[in-house]
Nanobody, 126 residues
Framework: VQVEESGGGLVPVGGSLRLSCIVS????????LGWFRQSPGEDRKGIAC????????NYVDSVKGRFTISRDNANNTLYLQMNSLEPDDTAMYYC????????????????????WGQGTQVTVSS
């Protein structure tokens, strides 16, 4: 299984970025997906997760209304559209893949993720 994130970069406060995550080597549509982030010295935390069909999603309060998670099952790709970026959004962002029926649990239990990507750095300059 390979998980590869891309799309990170340096943006000013209020800017936008779109992260992508391509997954190969498994049945993409059969897995729950989520975005996580980790700042230096802190634990990796879930920020958004999405159901297998893509029709349902959960977000942590800090990104709700600013970030949108989506998936393209035909192309094995997960996205995170990030708008109105703030300095506190600066972190390494990771894509997580889990084979679970309880897709919503991915948000709060990163320890249950089956596969991780290498991460993509997002830096928001103030």
């Amino acid at each position: 299984v390979q998980v590869e994130e891309s799309g990170g970069g340096l943006v000013p406060v209020g800017g936008s970025l779109r992260l992508s995550c391509i997954v190969s080597g498994l049945d993409f549509a059969d897995h729950a997906l989520g975005w996580f982030r980790q700042s230096p010295g802190e634990d990796r935390k879930g920020i958004a997760c999405i159901s297998w069909s893509g029709r349902s999603a959960n977000y942590v309060d800090s990104v709700k209304g600013r970030f949108t998670i989506s998936r393209d099952n035909a192309n094995n790709t997960l996205y995170l559209q990030m708008n109105s970026l703030e300095p506190d959004d600066t972190a390494m962002y990771y894509c997580g893949v889990q084979h679970t029926e309880e897709w919503w649990s991915l948000l709060h239990y990163p320890e249950n993720v089956n596969y991780w990507g290498q991460g993509t750095q997002v830096t928001v300059s103030s």
